[in-house]
């Protein structure tokens, strides 16, 4: 089929907020253009774009689902599948579900210009040849003025035995510190209060200029017009002194930090290649709780990593209640083909891996609890957003403590002074504006 002089086109974001953040950038092209209108609320679409995540058997099991949703939505839709997916397994998404167009991790920044060449002559390309990654591709997510996330780096030379990212997304990557800077001073000048840095491994940036991520950090704390700094992911052997340092120090850098930690077992760390020993993870987050008591510290972990034992396992959840950390992102360990963790022999039943993934979750809880308790009665400085529900507005202190109030016009995208008086069951703060 031929598209249309005017064509309506909806955009489906799965996995990472790096994702989200390239999506964006994708769609501005299509924004730019006289020949499509984006749709903001899911209809029936002439162009469906997903763009796909590949991290766990369960990401593709949802990309496969919204696929098929799309296409009883609108049989005729052309349906563009791009991203970690598409680079991953793109003749399976070619072949066992109805997918137009198939495009990489690197092809998916092209996908205006297919679509395009699509539209005036018939013409449809797709990718199973990749290209390798070599360019990198700079972003930033949305059109809401409260928050960005502003992509810094891609890809990533780690080799976790069990992470597929080095595969979907290349080595590591990024712009230089003068580039990024000016993407920041872009977004500045758009009145945006908060950005949030993302990428796959931020702590790699400027690595192949010769720059550093905390040259990167000096500079945007430097930045007028942006209010609130966040870190995204930051791998505890990149997790410097003096980043822990200039955070403390910073009034733009927000208290909050999310640090992989995958295992509370050296045994188990060494397994799955990871670059520290838990030595190293706690004297990091004991050296942010003593510059900064409130500091937010969320951390990843992995249930159920094949050789993981039972008294690995111990280990990891006794590692975790001695530490002060905020809350946990639990995965349950999915194996990936091609990675080395994929031929390690299961050391437990499934059932088993389904109770360490439980137990730790309900370990977060905890420590969330306990961490919301640490901020009940005090001042705190909230930044709330513009989506309302039920009456209320919400947002979010520094250190990442979510308060709701009821909703009024003035609040919107500003910072507030409030003091956290209780929180609910659903873990947000009734407040008090000063």
């Known amino acids: 089929m031929f598209l249309a002089d005017s064509m309506k086109i909806a955009f489906y974001t799965l996995g990472c907020k790096l994702n989200f953040s390239e999506t964006s950038a994708i769609a501005r092209d299509f ?9 903001k609320v899911p209809d029936k679409a002439d162009i469906y774009v997903i763009n796909s995540c590949s991290v766990t058997h369960n990401a593709e099991r949802k990309c496969r689902e919204l696929i098929r949703r799309l296409r009883r939505q609108n049989p005729v839709a052309l349906v563009a599948v791009i ?6 397994k793109p003749r399976e998404l070619g072949s066992a579900v109805k997918v137009d167009m198939v495009l990489g991790s690197q092809e998916k920044f092209r996908l205006f210009d297919i679509v395009e060449q699509y539209r005036n002559n018939g013409i449809l390309q797709n990718c199973e040849k990749r290209p390798e990654f070599s360019e990198f591709f700079p972003a930033w997510s949305g059109d809401d003025r409260t928050r960005k996330f502003l992509k810094i780096q891609d890809g990533c030379d780690y080799g976790c035995s069990y992470c597929i990212v080095p595969l979907a997304r ?5 712009d230089t510190t003068a580039a990024t800077i000016d993407s920041v001073k872009k977004l500045a000048a758009g009145q945006v209060k908060e950005l949030v840095l993302t990428g796959v491994n931020i702590g790699d940036f400027g690595k192949q200029h010769n720059e550093t991520f905390l040259g990167l950090l000096n ?6 017009g942006i209010e609130r700094i966040r870190l995204s992911s930051v791998e505890p052997d990149l997790l410097y002194d003096d980043i822990i340092k200039l955070v403390a120090d910073s ?3 927000m208290p909050h930090f999310h640090i992989p930690l995958q295992s509370g077992s050296d045994k188990v760390l060494k397994e799955m290649g990871r670059k520290y020993d838990t030595r190293l993870f706690a004297r990091n987050v004991e050296h942010i ?11 990843d972990v992995i249930a159920g990593f094949p050789t993981e034992t039972g008294k690995d396992f111990k280990e990891t959840v006794s590692f975790i209640e001695n530490l002060p950390i905020s809350y946990m992102h639990v995965f349950t360990f999915s194996k990936r083909e091609n990675t080395p963790a994929a031929g390690l022999e299961k050391r437990f039943h499934s ?14 809880k905890k420590k969330l609890n306990t961490f919301y308790r640490l901020n009940k009665g005090r001042g705190a400085n909230v930044l709330f957003e513009s989506n309302t529900f039920d009456g209320f507005i919400s947002g979010f202190t520094s250190n ?18 409030v003091l956290l008086t209780d929180f609910s069951a659903d873990m947000q703060f009734d407040c008090k504006i000063l």
């Open 289 to 299: 709780n003593s510059l900064m008591p409130l500091a937010c510290i969320a951390v």
């Open 351 to 364: 059932s088993e891996k389904s109770y360490r993934s439980n137990s730790l979750k309900e370990l977060s």
């Open 400 to 417: 990442y403590v979510r308060v709701k109030t009821p909703y009024s016009p003035d609040l919107q995208n500003n910072i507030c002074k």
């Open 83 to 88: 991203g970690c997916y598409s680079q991953i």
């Open 219 to 224: 500079e945007i704390d430097k930045v007028k």
């Open 31 to 39: 924004a730019m253009s006289d020949h499509y209108d984006i749709m």
């Open 170 to 174: 290349g080595g590591s990557r990024s």
């Open 251 to 253: 009034v733009k850098i």
